[in-house]
């Protein structure tokens, strides 16, 4: 069974170099999620909290995105197996695109 975010909070996935915002009670996407800071601190501050915990992000392009229904976090992990799917055709590294339930991000 998925684990379901216990408050709304920003997470990181190292791995997917992703930053999201997830509503309490959403599911997490796939993967290995950390909470780093309260839904209170501004999007700009974590993102700079993250950097310079993670000084390994900075060479890289941290997403960011906003998770606030089941259906957004369905829309995500289509993007990112898409993403996968084009990285492996084209035998290189493919940005993620945008996708409905992640527009916008942080602000």
């Known amino acids: 069974m998925t684990e379901s975010a216990r408050e709304t909070a920003h997470y990181l996935n190292g791995k997917l170099q992703v930053l999201a915002l997830i509503a309490q ?47 957004d976090v369905q829309e995500f992990e289509r993007e990112i197996a898409n993403s996968s799917r084009d990285t492996a055709s084209a035998g290189g590294s493919a940005p993620l695109k945008g996708a409905s339930g992640t527009r916008g991000g942080f602000r």
């Open 25 to 71: 009670g959403v599911p997490f996407p796939q993967g290995r999620w950390i909470r780093v800071a309260s839904e209170m601190v501004p999007p700009s501050l974590v993102q700079e909290l993250v950097l310079d915990l993670f000084p390994a992000l900075h060479a890289r392009t941290l997403r960011t995105v906003t998770l606030l229904t089941e259906f």
